[in-house]
DNA sequence: TTGTACGCGTTATCAC
DNA sequence: GTGATAACGCGTACAA
């Protein structure tokens, strides 16, 4: 039934070579006459050669593979991180194991057994579940992606900075009070920092603020029904006042101004409005949402960059043992849009 | 340097047995006394082994991987689709390569010959460069999804019922002429059934209604622009008219839904709209829009079980071929929300 | 420049 | 119930 696969041995009958020859061919052709290299690759042709790259990780243990593990798909975040982490095949030619982690340790403690098992050179985690602490002992290249990070490699956003270059936005645009949404996180995750960023710059220079804290749920509904409590509390705790709301991302942002349009049919005067990642909502938005740039490429480059630097430092004969870990952060950019009055 | 591995050699040493029965431990445990498999699990843990399924593969040629092709990640519709074959993981087992095609056929070649070499025993297939002719020559089970398939198996929403459930509920929403707006795509691709559908439904009740085809380019900026003309096109040639707009996909709903709401700052009586495919923007966009909801979770599990049975039949000793091509039809559930008038 | 022989970690086929 | 041995397809000393 099953057409038996052309192997290095047909190919060694049919041309006459021996199978280290037609391994050589493929690994250092350079080794053989062009002659010899023409005729076994008349001989692929002609036996119509499928090469089969899980003997070669066998016997050399390089399986190209990175394994990636996301927590869901709900943010069009980690869908286009996702994304750009597949694009990089093309620059590096690692391949993919893609689990989403639905926010459940043990699932992922399975999952990344599973790719161990693929023997993957390396591994992305952009979720959160399990510790860092635990992920380094694992002994297998690791770069974290906006996760807390004290044990592992890891390329973030500077959430600092980004938290800054919205609340500044806000502030320059005469606000009268300046808000903050976010969800109540531990202080080691990255995203912390955007908070810090905001209330750094308030207090600077002693701006009127507020730092709403919520519990968004998992769903976009969750999400929804929450900031529509929000924005009551907002509407009824500053009526009058122009408010410049800072949120913790895009659909957030995206939600708010959908809440302020329904109410208003337009976004009025009394609202500014900057979210975060620059995701395509942010985009198609009724109004194009300003909002601070994660640079979703560069950080998914980084991120494989990173990765491939480390596998190839295991592959030498003598790999020096990474020294220190590396916490590579992407500037974000801020995207002017029309939420705001942009200079 | 690299921790040398832990193979079945190692437990047979360590126990006693061969290797032989620390496989059989794995696959066959019902043929070990409880002891000895007792005996062996206790090495497991002490000797701290980690299972290497590429030699597995190597050995029995089951790798339990699925290939992936997928166009873009520029519609919702492809990443919440690629979420949900991801998701069949904890019920089927088998793990996704995936690939971004790109619209490159050469590119698309490359990733199968990839796939090929990896040897995944499934392929899923959402782009459709590659013409279905050339798929089934690879000779390996194949599921298309919502793509030409003439020659290969296929999963695709029942395309000609949402067409006329759309249009139906734009007939119901008592519109003076009824709109359908969509790509100019050849006639064997699935979705073209619903230009079908509307043209159909038009006919039976005798509608005024227009087909409006265009070139809506691969980006959102360049469907943007060109929805934009389109919505100019319509508000010169149907003023005062009440408009029933079916649209191509959520996106496209969305993106002419804003344009409504810039200019009036609500969805006035004078337009009616329905989109496609229930993708994420449909609910989050600034009014949800009434769509004809694609069973992305069902289609998704379909195609992978559909995949798994043809797999497994060629896993048995006497495999028969596949005696005529499945094209399975999933019904689509028009999801009423507040872009129509709603019974 | 080319070939021999063995190893990679597991499964399958016989034996006992 | 258990074991020896030969695959699986390719890489890599080492030798020639």
């Given at each position: 039934m099953k057409q038996k696969k052309?192997?290095?041995d047909d190919i060694a009958k049919y041309t006459g070579f021996s199978k280290t020859t037609i391994s050589r061919y493929f690994n250092h052709?350079?080794?053989?006459?062009?002659?010899?290299?023409?005729k076994i690759a008349d001989a692929l042709k002609e036996l119509n050669y499928q090469e089969n790259k899980l003997a070669?990780?066998?016997?050399?243990?390089?399986?190209?593979?990175?394994?990636?593990?996301?927590?869901?798909?709900?943010l069009g975040y980690f869908s286009e991180m996702l994304n750009c982490i597949l694009s990089t095949y093309e620059q590096f030619g690692y391949k993919f194991l893609v689990f989403i982690?639905?926010?459940?340790?043990?699932?992922?403690?399975?999952?990344?057994g599973e790719l161990l098992a693929y023997k993957i050179e390396g591994l992305i985690v952009l979720s959160h579940t399990i510790p860092s602490k635990e992920l380094a002992s694992y002994n297998i290249p690791i770069v974290?992606?906006?996760?807390?990070?004290?044990?592992?490699?890891?390329?973030n956003t500077n959430n600092y900075m980004g938290g800054v270059q919205a609340t500044n936005l806000l502030y320059k645009n005469n606000c009268d009070v300046l808000l903050h949404i976010n969800s109540d996180m531990p202080e080691d995750i990255p995203a912390y920092k955007r908070i810090t960023g905001f209330l750094d710059i308030c207090r600077d220079h002693g701006l009127n603020h507020e730092l709403i804290l919520r519990d968004f749920g998992n769903?976009?509904?969750?999400?929804?029904?929450?900031?529509?409590e929000v924005y009551q509390y907002i509407k009824e705790k500053y009526p009058g006042k122009k408010k410049g709301i800072f949120l913790a991302n895009d659909t957030h942002a995206s939600i708010m101004l959908n809440l302020i349009f329904r109410e208003y049919g337009r976004l009025p005067d009394e609202y500014?409005?900057?979210?975060?990642?620059?995701?395509?909502?942010?985009?198609?938005?009724?109004?194009?949402?300003?909002?601070?740039?994660?640079?979703?490429?560069?950080?998914?480059?980084?991120?494989?960059?990173?990765?491939v630097?480390?596998?190839?430092?295991?592959?030498?004969?003598?790999?020096?043992?990474?020294?220190?870990?590396?916490?590579?952060?992407?500037?974000?950019?801020?995207?002017?849009?029309?939420?705001?009055?942009?200079?």
């Open positions: 052309v192997t290095f052709p350079d080794s053989l006459t062009v002659e010899n290299q023409d070669k990780v066998l016997a050399n243990g390089q399986s190209e593979f990175i394994g990636v593990i996301i927590p869901n798909f709900y982690g639905g926010n459940n340790r043990e699932s992922e403690r399975k999952y990344i974290a992606i906006e996760r807390e990070d004290e044990y592992v490699n890891s390329v769903s976009y509904s969750e999400t929804k029904s929450c900031l529509e500014r409005l900057v979210g975060f990642d620059d995701s395509p909502i942010a985009v198609e938005s009724v109004l194009p949402i300003s909002t601070v740039g994660q640079q979703i490429d560069k950080i998914a480059y980084t991120a494989v960059e990173l990765l630097e480390q596998m190839n430092e295991r592959k030498k004969r003598r790999p020096q043992p990474q020294k220190e870990l590396l916490h590579k952060e992407i500037t974000p950019v801020l995207k002017l849009r029309d939420t705001t009055d942009n200079p």
